[in-house]
């Protein structure tokens, strides 16, 4: 059983602040650092940290080598990452004295997948691997139509959410994984039991991961018959950076599915890791190796 993430990889340009920059306002930083992120790398790097058998594919662009070069360190196959000459998607994230972030976004090369380079990468994987996207990419629709023709399970977190993922089929989806804003977005409810319950009547196989920040997760897991509601409480550390933060969750709590572990200690374990993660500055450096949960 292996894990597939298609996604992005991106440059961080990280910028320490005061306060969020304001419309007009000319600002200056108290720092700066490059650092690698993107969601897709991100959790690709949970996953491997988590100790799941981990594939990234997707596109690296002029600038950004460093990027697979790190997820192999990591234990993660990059054979399906695919040099194009497209600039290296980037972000250029402040972080305020809070912890708090606001991340500008440039897909760059992400944007660059096409139909061959899927068609390649997914023939690799089938029935039992499991699929892992974000919206950080192109061709999200045609590559979850094909995964799940092949058999895989799919797991879709849509973040940063925009009206492209309208064109994707959740009917095909075995998970969803958002946040509160993400599901209003989707749902049009604040409510998470309203959340579950829209969804539910429209996609009645699709299990659902909503992370609440501070106030925890909710994971309901259903087979269509029977569904299962598990509440996780968040561990209360002193925030230095969430940047990341919903990327550790999600690629610890898929690594505990694909392990076989019970509901409620993947949610434990992908908490536990994610509060980690907020406790350290950066994206993919932030996130921690299971020994250190173990550990703990
Ligand atoms: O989820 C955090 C990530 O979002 C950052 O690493 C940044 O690259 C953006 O994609």
Redesign the pocket.
């Known amino acids: 059983m292996r894990a597939l993430v298609f996604g992005?990889m991106?440059l961080?340009y990280v910028y320490e602040v005061e306060h969020f920059v304001r419309p007009g306002e000319t600002l200056a930083a108290r720092s700066r650092s490059v650092k690698p992120?993107?969601?897709g790398l991100?959790q690709s790097v949970a996953l491997a940290r988590a100790g799941a058998e981990t594939s990234h594919a997707g596109c690296v662009g002029r600038g950004g080598e460093q990027l697979p070069a790190l997820l192999k360190e990591n234990g993660v196959d990059t054979s399906d990452v695919v040099p194009v000459p497209e600039i290296q998607g980037h972000?250029v994230?402040q972080v305020n004295r809070d912890g708090e972030n606001s991340?500008l976004?440039f897909s760059g090369s992400n944007t660059c997948v096409t139909e061959e380079q899927a068609d390649r990468t997914l023939s690799r994987f089938g029935r039992g691997d499991w699929l892992l996207l974000q919206n950080?990419i192109n061709l999200l629709p045609l590559i979850t139509e094909k995964a799940a023709a092949r058999g895989m399970t799919v797991a879709l977190n849509p973040?940063p959410y925009d009206s492209r993922l309208d064109q994707v089929d959740f009917g095909l989806l075995s998970w969803l994984l958002v946040n509160e804003i993400e599901a209003e977005q989707i749902t049009g409810s604040d409510d998470p039991d309203t959340v579950w319950e829209r969804l539910h009547a429209r996609h009645p196989r699709l299990s659902l991961l909503l992370t609440l920040g501070g106030r925890g997760s909710i994971v309901w897991r259903t087979d269509g018959a029977r569904t299962e509601k598990v509440t996780q409480a968040a561990f209360r550390v002193p925030v230095v950076d969430t940047?990341?933060a919903?990327?550790t969750f999600t690629g610890y709590f898929i690594a505990g599915l694909m392990e076989g572990l019970p509901l409620k200690d993947c949610m434990a374990r992908a908490s536990r890791a994610a509060a980690i993660s907020v406790s350290r500055p950066g994206?993919?450096d932030s996130i921690p190796w299971r020994a250190e949960l173990d550990g703990q």
Do not use: V
């Open positions: 992005s991106n961080d992120g993107g969601k991100n972000t994230i991340i976004l950080e973040s940047t990341a919903g990327d994206a993919a």
